[in-house]
């Protein structure tokens, strides 16, 4: 199957950083040429895009996010980033990486979890 697997979540205090890190899992593809994001799914909520980042490395984050994180990619590496600092409660989900457009099957994501 043609997934993407999230990993690097943990448990962090207030004002910490994590790094997420996503690549292929199952049947590897190559990255290269797909606009990618980091989504957030927080319990009884909907689950949003974070952030973005075309083929081109244009990012694109939502306003909660904004200057606290930073998607980023590696095509040698065949790896999408989320470095987040200033890690806040209302941060505390499970986080995904998927595609921009003709989203792939959701992997099972990571949970980050920031206490106060």
């Known amino acids: 199957q043609v997934q993407l697997a999230e990993s690097g979540g943990g448990v962090v205090q207030a004002g910490g950083s994590l790094r997420l890190s996503c690549a292929p899992s199952?049947?590897?593809?190559?990255?290269?040429?797909?606009?990618l994001g980091w989504y957030r799914q927080a319990p009884g909520k909907q689950r949003e895009v974070v952030a973005s980042?075309?083929?081109?490395?244009?990012?694109n984050y939502a306003d909660s996010v904004k200057g606290r994180f930073t998607i980023s990619r590696d095509n040698a590496k065949n790896t999408v980033y989320l470095q987040m600092n200033s890690l806040k409660p209302e941060d505390t989900a499970v986080y995904y990486c998927?595609?921009?457009?003709?989203?792939?099957?959701w992997g099972q994501g990571t949970q980050v979890t920031v206490s106060s």
């Open positions: 998927n595609t921009v457009q003709d989203l792939l099957p």
């Open positions: 199952g049947r590897i593809f190559s990255i290269n040429g797909l606009g």
């Open positions: 980042i075309t083929s081109g490395s244009t990012t």
